[in-house]
């Protein structure tokens, strides 16, 4: 998952800085290596689940986009589409913590736990 800040860090190593005067051949190397980074990260970019991940990687969350100061749109259409998978595929499938008290207390001890306790003591 760490990827993408692996590629931002290459990405501003691959500015030619104005300090550092290179010759032509490494200049040119350098802007091929970064229009190869740009294609990843449009690759990247064109998948949803990669998005999703980073959004939800406990590492990075949105934290991350907005301390690199990726664009606002790109962060905000992360959230959503983190939020609209959760809601079309698991939201309805995860009960409300009251609906698992009731089963739990409308249905019979399996003997097995019954038997663990009174073993127990």
């Known amino acids: 998952m760490a990827i993408i800040p ?3 860090r ?3 190593h691959l500015k030619p800085s104005l ?3 290179y010759c032509t ?3 040119a190397a350098m802007k091929l290596a970064k229009n190869k980074m740009n294609r990843y990260y449009s690759l990247m970019d064109d998948s949803l689940a990669y998005r ?3 959004v939800l990687h406990p590492g990075f969350k949105l934290e991350y986009f907005q301390q690199q100061n990726w ?3 790109w962060i905000e ?3 959503n589409l983190t939020q609209d998978e959760y809601t079309r595929t698991y939201e309805n499938q995860v009960k409300p913590f009251e609906d698992m008290v009731e089963m739990q207390q409308s ?3 399996c003997t097995l736990c019954v038997d663990a306790t009174l073993t127990a003591d």
């Open 77 to 79: 259409e992360a959230e």
């Open 10 to 12: 290459l990405d501003q």
């Open 71 to 73: 664009e606002s749109n």
């Open 107 to 109: 249905s019979q001890v």
């Open 6 to 8: 692996v590629m931002d």
């Open 25 to 27: 051949p490494i200049i």
């Open 19 to 21: 300090k550092v005067l």
């Open 52 to 54: 999703i991940a980073m």
